[in-house]
């Protein structure tokens, strides 16, 4: 019995269209083809659960195995097998009508990026690699008989009797010239690793040696001796697939380990489980976050029920919370399709929605559980936490429970804590409570003294995501706005009714600002006498915080805006009523008078270490010779 046919689709030359489309991606042949197999097998296991097949399930190994003479790559399993007429129904129809449709839709795609493996192509995408696909099979129903069925990619293909002996499937690939790389051992195994270390049937590749006990010897102790055994390539019951309650603590991390070989343990992890109104299950991991953009490395890994698809889990997983690791499993995410497709579809929103919820559930249920462990870990989750608040509304709401300001003293205090702790003394004659913070504790540590000597309390917010944080924070907290300590002089950080009156008379004042204006010489700078407490510095370089904060989004932006071209501007405050000022005034030598006030401006620049270079060399030279 041979039979010829022809394969009944409208386009021609489907093969060449599609493997320009995938040739970034001709590796996942290999997971089309070894899910197909799995497949095969979980039904044949189903249909003796069922009654439907009563014969032995025997050993249920899928086996990858290649031939570097012939030039073949195989993969045989001891699934249901098909018939002639089965192999004609699902490989020549519907297959290959599915590659139809596929070129179909593509062929007047323009980015050929968006589609390349988002389309599972099944078993058409053997003939990406093969220039010739064979399989070789033996259904599983009683009396049947083998059947071979031969194709070269074109719309021809061969049905004759087959030599199968035991139920199950053969596809022998045909490795085409371009494709020899992949009859090699390494890369086979790299591509298996990849995309089938889950698969929950056991997956054979070659062998390995093992050394295994071999009795006692004369003395009485253990001999060894290497075998060869399988060397199976998947763990077939991952711990997504388990039950929350079945796993300890240890599980969770060596899964952790197995994913991620080289990483430091996760801080925690969420187990994700859900069957209505989607199916989703998976096992998200909290990494510990050395430096801030660090976090792209170790991308979050998406499942079809255990079949690996890809790391790019953008859409599917909230943007803030790519920075976690894990692995999601979803048979209700259309893998098959574009991203714009994706961005739309109503399960990829419910399932976005989930898991931000889940996060966020978690996150309080550790702050609730152990507030102190809680902020030990606060470095690490703070960073998760700002972000998802900022970008997404429905995690602010909820953040705004367990987010956590740390002050430069190291306590931390939730929103609510730290308003009623500052309100007293940090409310302006506005009604508006400042915040005061510190980008870097060392280099404003003169400022934040001066506050702390006021009882002001300064937060750290030393983060690049902070930035983006305090505009958060004062567009939701009400009455409240954030100043950084160094913003100005810290009599009008926060600006009350009564402040101290200026010693110094009108003429006084504008004879002060002259000699300071001579004496730093620089545009940069806008001079002001001020009446402070005597207390204060004498002289104190602030920037103002509007002017401050544009010229850093002006530089994050990277363009030189308006704001970002403009030179940096600060404000000179000459404190009126400190004894030093009087003592500049009342100076005989008009000398004597610049290098006073020339001094006084140098340690204050020193003072938030902005004095560097030939500037510091010469206050150097002159405290010398002042002393
Ligand atoms: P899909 O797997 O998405 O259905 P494929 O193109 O990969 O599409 O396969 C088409 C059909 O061919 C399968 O649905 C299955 O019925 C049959 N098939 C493929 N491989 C095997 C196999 N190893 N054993 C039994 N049947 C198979």
Redesign the pocket.
Known sequence: MQEKGTISIHTENIFPIIKKFLYSDHEIFLR?LV???V??TQKIKRLAQLGQYNGELGDLTVEVSFDKEKKTITIS?K????TADEIKK??NQ??FS?ATEFVEKFKDAKDANEIIGKF?L???SAFMVAKQVEIN?LSYQEGAASARWTCDGSTEFEISAGDRKTRG?D?ILHINEDSEEFLDKWKLQGILDKYAKFLPVPIKFGTKTESVEDGVDDKGEKKWKSVEVDNIINNTSPIWTKSPNDLKDEDYLAFYKELYPFSEDPLFWIHLNVDYPFNLTGVLYFPKVKNDFEFQKNKIKLFSRQVFITDEVKDIVPEFLMLLHGVIDSPDIPLNVSRSFLQADGNVKKINNYITKKVADKLAELYKKDRKVYEEKWNDIGLFVKYGMISEEKFAEKGKDFVLLKNTKGEFYTLPEYKEKVKAFQTDKNEQVVYLYATDVAKQDAFIQSANKKDYDVLVMDSPIDNHFIQHLEMKEEKTSLKRVDADVVDKLIQKEAGYANLLNEEQSKKVKEIFEKAIDSKSYTVEVEGLSPEEMPVTVTMEEFMRRMKEMAQMGGGMGFYGAMPDNYKVAINGNHPLIDKILKAEAEEDQTKLAKQAFDLALLAQGLLTGKDLTAFVKRSVELI
């Open positions: 089309e899910s197909n197999a497949d095969a399993d699934g249901l097998g098909m699902y490989i519907i297959a599915g599972g099944g078993f058409y099979t499937t596809v």
